[in-house]
């Protein structure tokens, strides 16, 4: 079945450097992606719908210069943290729509399996 | 108030029990419900869509009621493996974007 997978599942860096989480649908085309963020013991956040050879849009409270969203292949969308610190250590999650399987709505959305970032 | 509200739990429940989960949803334009499962520090899986009809995939059972904008999960005959986190999902606006509860996390003991 489609896969969407996320590089790296860990990353740990320094406060102040930057850092990219790579999301890619696997076999399968996907104009729009969504990147979610999750804290400890809270749900998960949409923060932005990344889209193909657009600007991504952001969901309130969310800095769009901070987390940097670039979908420059129908394949791939990457989410860059700059200028990471301490507070923006998290659990970040992409997940796309594969529009071209038939099936329901729930049955065709796939979730990355998730990138730990932590800020020392 | 929460776009989608679920008690946190935990519900510690025997083997063989049958426990029930509520959520609450607060945007009447959504159109898509589900059930995912997420164990610790991994990504969520769909368990189940929710039908308004309601509908039942083996031991789970899904119920909605649009009219109340609440959600419901039915287990039956708890498993060990059924020990995670259950959140309730919608999406927002009729669009493909999700919209997650906190969950309610299970502990199903031997």
């Known amino acids: 079945g489609a896969v969407v997978s996320q590089h790296p599942s860990w990353v740990i860096c320094k406060s102040g450097t930057s850092v990219k989480i790579e999301c890619r649908s696997l076999d399968f085309q996907a104009t729009t992606m969504f990147w979610y963020r999750q804290f400890p013991k809270q749900s998960l956040m949409l923060m932005a719908t990344s889209n193909e050879g657009s600007k991504a849009t952001y969901e309130q409270g969310v800095e769009k210069d901070k987390f940097l969203i670039n979908h420059a292949s129908l394949t791939l969308s990457t989410l860059t943290v700059t200028s990471a610190h301490p507070e923006d250590s998290s659990f970040y999650i992409c997940s796309a729509r594969d529009l071209g399987s038939t099936g329901g709505f729930g049955n065709t959305i796939y979730f990355g399996e998730g990138s730990w970032l932590t800020v020392v | 108030r929460k776009e989608v509200e679920q008690d946190p739990g935990p519900f510690n429940v025997p083997e063989g029990a049958t426990v029930a989960f509520n959520c609450t949803y607060s945007?009447?334009?959504?159109?898509?419900f589900f059930w995912y499962r997420q164990d610790c520090r991994k990504e969520p899986k769909l368990l189940m869509s929710v039908y308004s009809s309601g509908n039942e995939d083996g031991r789970f059972t899904a119920q909605l009621n649009r009219a109340s904008q609440y959600i419901s999960l039915l287990i039956r005959d708890s498993k060990l493996s059924d020990s995670a986190t259950y959140l309730c999902?919608?999406?927002?606006?009729?669009?493909?974007?999700?919209?997650f509860g906190t969950g309610t996390r299970l502990q199903v003991f031997p």
């Open positions: 999902v919608v999406n927002k606006d009729n669009t493909d974007k999700l919209i």
């Open positions: 945007n009447s334009a959504s159109q898509s």
